[in-house]
């Protein structure tokens, strides 16, 4: 049963009856409550209406956990993750003087800061714009940061670079009211990585390298993919467009969000639910209908079969002579000035003139344009500060959302757990060297994606000895790319303290029954819940939550 939902134009003439959030955007664009934050930074956490509290999200600022605390959450807008060494000092600053010390790498490749007052963001965003940076549209219903390869133009395999596409994108939709009253959030991720690492399996609208007929690199595009409580994967659009026609392409899509959406019921206002209940084919003839023309027809795709590599490891770029470096930080956290350290390596052993910084949506680093006479002192100096460039298939494995330490929807802990695990994981389980993905989501909004894990985590409630304490509903067997799939519930109410014992326990069982280079989701898919049930302890056994 189809929705039936206020057409935006009849919501702007307010010809009809709207809920509340779309009220909210009426009588006042998100991108107008600026002026306020600054006004509210000499008045006080109490003299912000809760209205306000919501168009905030629009420059990336979501109350903290409690609500009432007075303190807030800040995502920036990093688009692509790429960083200088001056953005990365400036980011490890803040963190420094305004966040107790840390900060968190996301999956959409930004920073993200933590017990922030009011009067804290108005310097915050002083002190970005000044190295070019911002958090406009890094929440809200609003286009969210573009994502990319973190190895854009770098890697030798590449199909194409799309850095060029990225920033154009960006550019045309922040700080664009044509596009910053949207029915919910939006994710867009472009890349030529030939293993689809930026995920367009589960964003709005995912832009992949694709050749077509003729030799020529351009891209593929699929719509309406999406996590939190209702995932869905996006579907292809028979077509190949040239790098030229990113923008235009992605303008039509985004239009058609904006205009078509729906926007009755907030839970059914992703653009996932529009693409899933009229078609791509119907998608496609609104966007052609917009852009003025057809595009090519191509309907030959191969999918990649291991999409989830992080690029982690140091790696030859397609420059001779030039490397990149990954390192791992588990659960993405930043502590004690660690970001500006990295910023300082780049800028002492990259290539002169071409330091940065790439963060992944892994919520890793990449420090590219390594020539490979620095590589030996780079690696001294990494290995001095703690700094993991040889890190297990574990750790680079490990993604985790903000969990309850912070988050107001969060049920379970999930950061602390995940970088305790990890280390647990390198102890009990140090013999298993294949790769494996463990994702912890504190609720079923999946900002963990747990959905696409190997092994994902979401968080729960259980009784121990007449006490509640944190458990974790565990799905095994999600995938993106070729014979992609959302993994299944295997067992509820796995105790946080049993989580290494259990994922252990699951490895033993795939190492000795899996099928040549058959991976662990692979072995998932194929194998009875009851066996795989059987490979737990005794005590997870039983199929019941």
Avoid at 277 to 294: N, Q, S
Avoid at 426 to 431: A, F, I, M, T
Avoid at 487 to 501: C, Q, T, V
């Amino acid at each position: 049963m189809i929705d039936i939902h206020p057409n935006y134009s009849a919501v702007k003439q307010g010809l009809i009856e709207v809920n509340a959030a779309e009220q909210l955007k009426l009588d006042k664009d998100g991108l107008d409550v600026i002026h306020d934050i600054y006004r509210y930074a000499k008045l006080g956490f109490a003299a912000i209406p809760e209205g306000d509290f919501d168009r905030m999200k629009w420059y990336g600022v979501y109350r903290q956990k409690p609500k009432d605390g007075g303190y807030f959450m800040m995502r920036t807008k990093v688009p692509g993750g790429r960083v200088a060494p001056d953005q990365a000092r400036v980011l490890s600053q803040i963190a420094d003087e305004y966040a107790h010390g840390l900060c968190d790498i996301t999956t959409r490749q930004t920073i993200q800061f933590h017990w922030l007052r009011i009067e804290d963001i108005p310097p915050i965003f002083d002190a970005l714009e000044r190295v070019g940076m911002t958090t406009s549209g890094a929440c809200g219903d609003d286009t969210r940061n573009v994502c990319g390869c973190p190895v854009s133009g770098l890697n030798p395999h590449e199909i194409l670079d799309a850095t060029p596409q990225l920033i154009e994108i960006n550019r045309h939709l922040t700080n664009n009211r044509d596009f910053s009253n949207l029915p919910r959030k939006y994710k867009i991720s472009i890349s030529g990585c030939p293993i689809h690492c930026t995920q367009p399996d589960i964003n709005c609208l995912g832009m992949f390298g694709l050749v077509n007929s003729r030799g020529e690199a351009g891209y593929g595009v699929k719509v309406g993919g999406g996590l939190s409580s209702a995932p869905h994967l996006a579907q292809v659009m028979p077509v190949w467009i040239a790098p030229g026609q990113a923008w235009p392409v992605t303008k039509a899509v985004s239009e058609v969000f904006r205009d078509e959406g729906y926007r009755a019921k907030r839970n059914r206002a992703r653009f996932k639910f529009l693409v899933a209940d009229w078609g791509v084919e119907r998608i496609l003839a609104e966007v052609e209908t917009r852009l003025g023309h057809a595009l090519e027809r191509h309907t030959d795709f191969v999918f990649p079969r291991d999409q989830e590599s992080d690029h982690m490891g140091i790696h030859m770029q397609k420059e001779p002579g030039l490397h990149w470096v990954g390192v791992c930080f588990s659960g993405g956290r930043l502590r004690n000035g660690v970001l500006a350290t990295v910023g300082e390596l780049a800028a002492k052993y990259c290539e002169p003139g071409k330091a940065f910084i790439r963060f992944t949506n892994k919520q890793n680093l990449v420090i590219p344009n390594v020539p490979g006479e620095n590589l030996a002192g780079l690696k001294a100096e990494m290995l001095a500060q703690g700094l993991d460039y040889e890190p297990s298939n574990f750790r680079k494995g490990c993604v985790s959302c903000t969990g309850i330490e912070f988050c107001n929807l969060a049920v379970a802990e999930t950061k602390n757990r995940m970088i305790d695990l990890v280390d647990q994981l390198e102890w009990r389980s140090g013999w298993y060297q294949g790769k494996i993905r463990v994702h912890f989501s504190g609720c079923p909004s999946s900002c963990g994606q747990h959905q696409i894990a190997d092994i994902g985590f979401r968080g729960a409630k259980t009784k121990v000895d007449g006490r509640m304490v944190d458990a974790y509903d565990m799905f095994v067997g999600g995938r993106l790319g070729e014979g992609r799939r959302f993994n299944e519930l295997l067992r509820g109410k796995i105790l946080a303290a049993d989580a290494d014992i259990v994922i252990d326990a699951l490895l033993r069982a795939y190492s000795e029954k899996k099928r040549g280079d058959e991976s662990f989701s692979e072995y998932c898919e194929r194998t009875p819940k009851g066996e795989l049930l059987a490979a737990l302890p005794e005590k997870y056994r039983a199929a019941k939550i």
